[in-house]
């Protein structure tokens, strides 16, 4: 089993649906949680974090993260175009420790 | 401020050649990775430097060696290139804090070998 598990996708949407991307994980010693978005050729740029459970909102983003079911979402509002992209979830125990990425959800939104 | 730089962009070789990947950061940050794109594997650590002078093995070291003689600089050498090496290389800069560690990636290096 790998440590960090999420949907690869490909996820198509129409513009403004809502959108439910998903991580599950297996180390109950995580305790930062991550959201990166990587454009097309691009290198990955940080788009949510969040420290320990809760949920954590960035205008249209909503970053959830539920520790007793080992289990982080990432919701975007009123999908763009602009948002189409490969999404990776990440995580670590610490701040000073190595980042596990998830595989990376790939996301279409149609116009 | 440029962010993370990576040289080359693009690189074609052989079977045993060798080769380095430059990264340079001008965000004065502790830490450097390199890390390695492959489709359905995510990202995956290759070696990592949380000091000038200092380096440490990740996830998938071997074939690789890397060297970070200046705090800014973190180089990936490729002794005898394989094809199973051919991937998309991301380097990587944070300054970890006890709020968090984002890191910050350059453009990548698309690598291929014949």
């Known amino acids: 089993q790998k440590e960090v598990e999420q949907d690869p996708g490909p996820l198509s949407v129409p513009e403004g649906a809502i959108v439910s991307l998903n991580c599950t994980y297996s180390?109950?010693?995580?305790?930062?949680f991550m959201w990166y978005r990587q454009y097309s050729r691009k290198g990955p740029e940080l788009l949510m974090y969040?420290?320990?459970?809760g949920n954590k909102e960035d205008g249209r983003f909503t970053a959830q993260v539920d520790k007793s079911s080992k289990y982080i979402s990432l919701f975007i509002r009123d999908s763009q175009p602009s948002d189409s992209a490969t999404y990776l979830c990440?995580?670590?125990?610490?701040?000073?420790?190595?980042?596990?990425f998830g595989p990376g959800t790939s996301l279409s939104v149609i116009p | 401020n440029a962010g993370v730089t990576q040289t080359p962009k693009f690189r074609v070789l052989k079977t045993g050649q060798s080769m380095t990947l430059l990264c340079a950061q001008d965000?004065?940050?502790?830490?450097m990775y390199w890390y390695r794109q492959d489709p359905g594997m995510g990202l995956r650590l290759i070696h990592y430097?949380?000091?000038?002078?200092?380096?440490a093995k990740g996830e998938v070291p071997d074939g690789y060696n890397v060297s970070r003689l200046k705090k800014q600089n973190f180089l990936l050498g490729l002794e005898s290139a394989a094809p199973s090496q051919t991937s998309v290389y991301f380097c990587?800069?944070?300054?970890?804090?006890?709020?968090?560690?984002?890191?910050?990636f350059g453009p990548g290096t698309r690598l291929t070998v014949l």
């Open positions: 990440a995580m670590m125990e610490t701040s000073y420790d190595k980042v596990i």
């Open positions: 430097s949380v000091g000038e002078g200092t380096t």
């Open positions: 180390n109950s010693a995580f305790q930062y």
């Open positions: 990587a800069s944070s300054q970890p804090r006890t709020s968090g560690n984002e890191q910050f």
């Open positions: 965000m004065n940050h502790e830490y």
């Open positions: 969040t420290y320990s459970s």
